[in-house]
């Protein structure tokens, strides 16, 4: 009897498949019984082919990547070199005369390395002495602060 009862919940999903053709679901149920025992066969079979596709996707990008174009050289911009003039308080760390930007900042790193300010553990820090404390008002500043402050200190 467990087979009567499993025999009907197999044809049902079968009918549903095909309702166009009500004459030859008549005559092809017999078959439908033998293609529904192997359909779990199919299901494993269709669950590995998602993976086959994935792999063709990632094929063509390798080839996309490959084919970049080459990078242009960019130009200074003028505004960068542009000599500013600096407060007391900044001069007294990287020197008198007038400079532009990159260079205090670079000077400003000189002194930091030559000093040992740059926090052993974290890197990114600079622990501030008496000179670099009056130009950057606080204890410890972070080296992407330390820019910013800078713009206090020039004209």
Known sequence: MATAKKAPAKKAPAKKAAPAKKVAAKKAAPAKKVAAKKAPAKKVAAKKAPAKKVAAKKVPAKKVAAKKAPAKKRT?????????????????????????????????????????????????????????????????VSMFEMAGLIGKHVK
């Open 76 to 140: 200074p911009n003028a505004a960068f070199m542009k000599a500013l003039t600096l407060s007391p308080a900044l001069s007294a760390v990287v020197g008198a005369a007038a400079l532009p930007r990159t260079e205090i900042v670079r000077k400003l790193w000189i002194y930091i390395k030559a000093k040992g300010l740059q926090d052993k553990i974290n890197k990114r820090m600079v622990n501030a002495d008496e000179k670099l404390r009056a130009v950057f008002g606080k204890a410890q």
